[in-house]
């Protein structure tokens, strides 16, 4: 932890009154107005810790993440429901960003939002991100590999050059239900860009191999490449 970090945590008293009483609607207020600020060079932007934003090379995005650390847990949960609440309001990657540094499963909703207003579909950019974001490593709870299989069975054709990353993240949320994620993506899958090796490596690295043997007889030769990632060098 930087000197900045140390002292930054050292204050945590006036961290929480100055966000005393707040609540969803607050924070959400508070992230908009912060990102739209940023966005255009304020320099009070995300007041009154603008003077905190962006230290010792950190990103904003850090920023935003050590103030949300240094509160207390009632006043995260109302931060991440209002973080969820701006991106419902106002799609930025930013904020996107941060959902996903904090693991903010508070955004699934807004995501389902997304999928049946047509947000997603006809956003290709922010579709990428939102897939990026949900398969990232920060966000562990099998809701997220419910949201994963709606936004493939609603945008399927869109989401193809995304298959290896999305069957991976559904792998290392429900190991042992990788039969079925393959069977979903296994297509998809093969015929994306790019090497499999890494597909292959990180496979192994969530489907423990003692799961993977006694269904060895169900993965056809097609699919076979995957178990590459089990080779002994």
């Known amino acids: 932890m930087s ?6 945590s050292s204050k945590k008293g006036k961290i929480e009154k100055e966000f005393e009483g707040w609540k969803t609607r607050d924070f959400s207020n508070w ?21 905190t934003i962006e230290k010792e ?7 935003l993440a050590r103030i949300y650390n240094n509160l207390p847990p009632n006043f995260q949960k109302e931060f991440l429901n209002g973080l969820a609440l701006a991106l419902k309001e106002q799609k930025n990657s930013k904020l996107m960003y941060l959902a996903g540094k904090l693991g903010a499963l508070e955004i699934i909703p807004v ?3 997304w999928l049946k207003d047509g947000s997603l579909a006809n956003d290709e950019e922010f579709l990428a991100l939102t897939l990026d974001v949900l398969c990232s490593a920060s966000f562990n709870n099998v809701a997220v590999a419910d949201i994963l299989r ?5 945008l399927g ?15 290392r949320l429900e190991p042992d239900k990788w039969l079925d994620h393959l069977s979903l993506l296994g297509k998809e ?11 292959a490596r990180s496979f192994a690295k969530y489907v423990p191999w003692d799961e993977v043997k006694q269904s060895l007889s169900e993965i056809g030769e097609k699919d076979k490449w995957l178990l590459a990632g089990y080779s002994k060098d």
Do not use: W
């Open 57 to 63: 090379g950190e990103t904003v995005i850090d920023s």
């Open 157 to 171: 054709p869109q989401i193809k050059n995304h298959a290896p990353m999305i069957f991976i993240a559904l792998c």
């Open 31 to 51: 992230l908009e107005k912060g990102i739209k600020d940023y966005e255009k060079g304020n320099p009070d932007a995300f007041s009154p810790f603008h003077h």
């Open 189 to 199: 899958v093969r015929e994306a860009k790019g090497p499999k090796e890494l597909t």
């Open 111 to 113: 995501v389902e939002q």
């Open 150 to 154: 709606r936004i493939e069975k609603e």
């Open 3 to 8: 000197n900045f970090e140390n002292q930054f």
